[in-house]
T-cell receptor
Framework: ETGVTQSPTHLIKTRGQQVTLRCSSQSGHNTVSWYQQALGQGPQFIFQYYREEENGRGNFPPRFSGLQFPNYSSELNVNALELDDSALYLC???????????FGPGTRLLVL | LAKTTQPISMDSYEGQEVNITCSHNNIATNDYITWYQQFPSQGPRFIIQGYKTKVTNEVASLFIPADRKSSTLSLPRVSLSDTAVYYC??????????????WGAGTKLIIKP
């Protein structure tokens, strides 16, 4: 059984650019959640996808958007990057919404 | 939304038992209590989950009193590699509850030789 994987591991962008982060869920999991984690803080919920539909959203602006594909992998897109978007972006999958979440290794994004 | 309170940091020594307590006064009837461990620049790792009384697995025990307003994560015989941040969360009892999980700053546990 493969765990949650994320790509890329690290990324450097400049202000105003757009970025796409990718996540493959754990085998058998149809729910993916995305989190942003700033240095020294706990993860903050961005949104969740369940069976290709957005199933909940945290307090993030519309320039944060996502997709879930038929194989339950997922993308996080961030437009018009700002310096404060620099963070560790975490993807977590679960069997269904509400069940235990298992996290990937994260993508470290640096916006200059 | 249930919110948790944990100590910001704790120190201990190799070979000791470490207990980290989390308070969650507003826990809902359907909520589970889940603990994660996180090393720097890595994703959180699931440690243990429980609903009431005591749960034990190969790495930790979780003690939950009858009123469920608090819980204690117990790590037996810690080693230097247990130095990490530990998060306590409540929720997950229903299909729409994952996104209601609120992560605090966690407890930074430092194990000394």
């Amino acid at each position: 059984e493969t765990g949650v994987t994320q790509s890329p591991t690290h990324l450097i962008k400049t202000r105003g650019q757009q970025v796409t982060l990718r996540c493959s869920s754990q085998s058998g999991h149809n729910t993916v959640s995305w989190y942003q984690q700033a240095l020294g803080q706990g993860p903050q919920f961005i949104f969740q996808y369940y069976r290709e539909e957005e199933n909940g959203r945290g307090n993030f602006p519309p320039r944060f958007s996502g997709l879930q594909f038929p194989n339950y992998s997922s993308e996080l897109n961030v437009n018009a990057l700002e310096l404060d978007d620099s963070a560790l972006y975490l993807c977590a999958s679960s069997f269904v919404p509400g069940r235990t979440q298992y996290f990937g290794p994260g993508t470290r994004l640096l916006v200059l | 939304l249930a919110k948790t309170t944990q100590p910001i940091s704790m120190d201990s020594y190799e070979g000791q038992e470490v207990n980290i307590t989390c308070s969650h006064n507003n826990i809902a009837t359907n909520d589970y209590i889940t603990w994660y461990q996180q090393f720097p620049s890595q994703g959180p790792r699931f440690i243990i989950q429980g609903y009431k009384t005591k749960v034990t697995n190969e790495v930790a025990s979780l003690f939950i009193p009858a009123d469920r307003k608090s819980s204690t994560l117990s790590l037996p015989r810690v080693s230097l590699s247990d130095t990490a941040v530990y998060y306590c969360l409540v929720g997950g009892g229903s299909m729409d509850s994952n996104y209601q999980l609120i992560w605090g700053a966690g407890t930074k546990l430092i194990i000394k030789p």
